[in-house]
């Protein structure tokens, strides 16, 4: 259902000055959308959620075509896609490095959130699928690579949110996490209710030299070619991060995201930003109930 | 009287909050757009100058309280003077994306085709109007507004005219 909000003027603070008048920051958003924050959303969405649900049975003969294969949300790269060595592999030889450098007393792992801590990897599993989650010692929502930093932090390592070893730790914290459904909860009263709601209204607002929100395209032109690019859905699109790209090495989300504004000339914002905190809820929402997989590939 | 200097000393409080400058959280260093280098077997991000300057934009930031241009009317004066070679340039620069151009095989079909441009027989005035700001035709367009935006010249969006005008 389309709710006509264009051109809503924005209301902002802007001052500490409890009296002072509030006044309009003119700013647009597009056509506002609603979302289920579960993957099969899609189906009413782009609908192309029909061609990859089934990670273990995609058509590769789309994934062949390039007129088509944008049906297959890019999932064809996925494990096993290239079953040779890439990128993607020695990332996760050099996060269990750094895990094992990490955790020696087992409370790196406590500091993440697995029950009981320790230095044993098996309760590692799930873990990547239930982030991002209320902290409560940092009092807010976090992502799992800015968590991976403050841990790390607290260990006398510096692993900044985006960087390549903080991405390495993810991937090798996910891979314990394959094949199980991302599960986290949006829809109960709560931190990580409002900032999905702060995200979705970040998908739908307008920004940069172009104008452009996210929704311009990954909502409302799904299927349209960008020439030789083909728009995806917003759906089943945060299982596979961080993820290995030539480009960038390793990208986490938060990195996506600063390609994303980047590419649509568009200031981006650092890695582990509020705003960029609240896209990856949204955008983790909406692919709940699908498989992590690790470490994937894209092409963009 | 009380009131009033309160009412000025208010505004004066708030002046910062109208700064132009980029929000804290912007990937903006001593002014410049950075984008970040990954480097592998490191724990730190470099940062790098990007190959544009986007600080001027409204950002996705909570605190940024710069406005979005409003749309905006253009008043083009006659006669366009474009000039279509350089116009067809300019195109195959900023609308090929979207937009499907004679002699293009990855055609962009977010926008509407311009195939046969000619045949619509709109007026100058419009189609400058179209590229200069086109939320003045279509609040929810998607279509970027290259004139209120700073992002085309006056002549660069005569050329664009003459061009699309001319495409038979």
Same mark, same amino acid.
């Given at each position: 259902m389309t709710i006509s909000r264009i051109a809503l003027i924005f209301l902002l +603070?802007? +001052? @500490?000055?409890?009296?002072?008048a509030q006044p309009f920051v003119y700013r647009e958003f597009d056509l506002f959308e609603q979302y289920e $924050?579960?993957?099969? /959303?899609?189906l009413k969405l782009s609908g192309s959620y029909e061609y990859w649900k089934d990670p273990a049975n995609l058509d590769y003969r789309i994934a062949g075509n390039p007129d088509e294969n944008w049906k297959l949300n890019w999932k064809f790269m996925d494990p096993p896609f290239n079953q040779a060595v890439h990128g993607g592999h020695f990332a996760l030889d050099r996060g269990e490095d750094l895990f094992g450098q990490l955790n020696i007393k087992g409370r790196f792992a406590t500091c993440l959130g697995v029950k009981g801590g320790g230095k044993s990897t098996s309760k590692l599993a799930g873990l990547r699928a239930g982030y991002p989650r209320w902290r409560d010692d940092l009092k807010r929502v976090a992502g799992l690579e800015e968590v991976i930093e403050h841990c790390a932090n607290k260990q006398g390592r510096v692993l900044q949110s985006g960087s390549y070893d903080n991405s390495a730790v993810s991937i090798y914290l996910a891979s314990f996490s394959n094949g199980m459904p991302i599960a986290i909860d949006v829809a109960r009263a709560g931190p990580m209710k409002e900032s999905f709601e702060r995200g979705r209204k970040l998908f739908h607002l307008k920004a940069g030299a172009f104008n452009f929100a996210c929704s311009s395209c990954h909502s409302h032109n799904i299927g349209r070619r960008l020439r030789g690019n083909i728009i995806t859905t $917003?759906? /089943?699109?945060?299982?596979?991060?961080p993820v290995y790209k030539t480009q960038y090495m390793l990208q986490s989300l938060h990195l996506r995201f600063v390609e994303c504004n980047l590419d649509t000339r568009t200031q981006s914002l650092l890695p582990g930003s509020r705003p960029y905190t609240d896209l990856e809820v949204f955008m983790t929402a909406l692919s709940n109930g699908y498989p992590v997989t690790v470490p994937a590939e894209r092409d963009w | 009287m009380r009131l009033g200097s309160f009412f000025i000393l208010s505004i004066f409080l708030a002046a910062p909050a109208w700064s132009v400058d980029p929000p804290s959280d912007a990937s903006v260093r001593g002014g410049k757009t950075m984008e970040p280098k990954i480097i592998v077997n490191s724990g730190r991000l470099e940062w790098v100058p990007h190959k544009?300057?986007? /600080?001027a934009w409204p950002t996705l930031s909570y605190q940024d309280r710069r406005a979005t241009p409003e749309p905006q009317r253009a008043a083009m004066t006659a006669p366009t003077n474009g000039d279509a070679a350089r116009g067809k340039s300019l195109a195959w620069t900023w609308c090929i994306a979207c937009h499907t151009l004679p002699g293009d095989e990855w055609p962009g079909t977010v926008g509407s085709p311009m195939w046969h441009y000619k045949q619509y027989n709109h007026a100058d005035a419009l189609v400058y109007q179209q590229i200069f700001d086109p939320r003045v035709f279509?609040?929810? @367009?998607?279509? $970027?507004a290259y004139g209120t935006f700073g992002l085309l010249a006056d002549q660069d969006i005569r050329d664009l005219v003459a061009y699309l005008q001319s495409i038979e």
């Open positions: +603070s802007f +001052s @500490t000055v409890a009296v002072a $924050p579960y993957v099969s /959303g899609d $917003p759906y /089943g699109d945060a299982a596979h991060y | 544009r300057e986007l /600080g279509n609040p929810h @367009t998607v279509m $970027p």
